[in-house]
């Protein structure tokens, strides 16, 4: 079993930057796709970024492209999701996942992702 716990949420200014943490603890995510996904008031949960099992690869929502960048520490059993130039819109809860499948479009899927945390709310003010 593998349990992920999210950190790092909080408020912010329009135009601020936040650094999201997953740590995963039960088994080592070395060899998982690692996802972040979000749910904002009212919207359903979608895909914001991945990044596959050596960090050689990632993908990434249109609308954060070039705003966020996801990274990985496999020593630490961790990803990170770096948030640049934060948007009101990006207001939401977000969340982590792993994903024990191979590296492909399918990732933004979220049914292809199986451990996920419980999520840390991002809140961007105006």
């Known amino acids: 079993q593998v349990q992920l716990v999210e950190s790092g949420g909080g408020l912010v200014q329009a135009g601020g930057s936040l650094r999201l943490s997953c740590a995963a603890s039960?088994?080592?995510?070395?060899?998982?796709?690692l996802g972040w996904f979000r749910r904002a008031p009212g919207k359903e949960r979608e895909f914001v970024a991945a990044?596959?099992?050596?960090?050689?690869?990632?993908y990434y929502a249109d609308s954060v492209k070039g705003r966020f960048t996801v990274s990985r520490d496999n020593a630490k059993n961790t990803v990170y999701l770096w948030m640049n130039s934060l948007k009101p819109e990006d207001t939401a809860v977000y969340f982590c996942?792993?994903?024990?499948?191979?590296?492909?479009?399918?990732?933004?899927?979220?049914?292809?992702?199986?451990?996920w945390g419980q999520g840390t709310q991002v809140t961007v003010s105006s």
């Open positions: 996942a792993a994903n024990p499948g191979i590296w492909s479009d399918y990732v933004k899927q979220q049914g292809q992702y199986d451990y």
């Open positions: 990044i596959n099992w050596s960090g050689s690869s990632s």
């Open positions: 039960g088994r080592t995510l070395s060899r998982y796709v």
